[in-house]
């Protein structure tokens, strides 16, 4: 309910990893564009409104006011994205060089191909067995 409340008036609103299947139950994501996570992209696409235009290969998305990152180094190069336009490519830049960051583009994600269905089916088996047997 907060973000349902809260977002309409907030400037922007960003989401890591899988933060956009929050936005996406709060409703938020409707008719947008945005990522996941892709080790989860399927489950959450699965999971999640038909009007969303789910984008795979992207470290990040922008759709208006709406900021999704795929995973948590995704939400990192995002947040450079997001200071670039909020405050000038040259703090970014600034900053990116205190962290001793070298943030990656927007359309540059590798993992988009690495995280196949098989991997993914594979990684929620291992999962369930981990909750299962309670380790």
Known sequence: EFLRTQAPSA?????VCTGAWILAQA?????????????LYDVVVSRTSTSIRWVHKARWVVDGKLWTASGVTAGLDMAFGWVAQVVGQDVARQLAGVMEHAPRKQDDDEFADEWTQEKQKALAEQVKDMTCSGR
């Open 11 to 15: 400037r922007y609103v960003l989401s």
């Open 27 to 39: 409703g938020l994501l409707d008719g947008k564009r945005a990522t996941t996570n892709k080790s």
